[in-house]
């Protein structure tokens, strides 16, 4: 099996607010995330590609167009956990390169979320 991968940034805000208010979460702050983006594949095309990097392009649009320096608590219909982060970035690249095999998100230079059917 071949694995590649691709990272992506973007700043943004969130409040975590179904969190009880004594949650460092619960007030408004913001991460520089790094959304890690996971393809597969048991054979490589014509190119010698899982799948060029070049194409997931799209992906750093939809980020710069969506994410990037917005507040989270407006974009998502889920609370803004990197959980659900890397689940929504999962189904949206899922959509559209069927070799997408994880997603993982930071908030934080410690801590790493990760979707992985
Ligand atoms: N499982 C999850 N736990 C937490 C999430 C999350 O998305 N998934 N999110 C948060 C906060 O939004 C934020 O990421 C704070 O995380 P935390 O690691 O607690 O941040 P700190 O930098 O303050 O932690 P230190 O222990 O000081 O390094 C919380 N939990
Ligand atoms: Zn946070």
């Known amino acids: ?3 590649i991968t691709k990272e992506f940034h973007f700043s943004a805000s969130h409040q975590l607010d179904h969190l009880p208010a004594c949650h460092q979460c ?3 702050h913001g991460h520089n995330y790094i959304v890690v983006v996971e393809l ?3 054979d490589l095309n014509a190119d010698g590609f899982v799948r060029d ?3 997931l392009a799209a992906l750093k649009d939809y980020i710069d167009g969506t994410f990037d320096h917005r507040h989270l608590n407006d ?12 689940r929504h970035f999962y189904l949206w690249c899922k ?3 069927p070799e997408v095999a994880a997603v993982k998100v930071s908030e934080t230079p410690k801590t790493w979320a990760e979707y992985r059917p």
């Open 26 to 28: 619960a007030r408004l």
């Open 1 to 3: 099996m071949f694995r």
């Open 75 to 86: 974009v998502l219909d889920c609370p803004s956990t990197a959980e659900h982060m890397a």
């Open 95 to 97: 959509a559209r390169w």
């Open 40 to 42: 597969a594949a048991a």
């Open 53 to 55: 990097y070049h194409e």
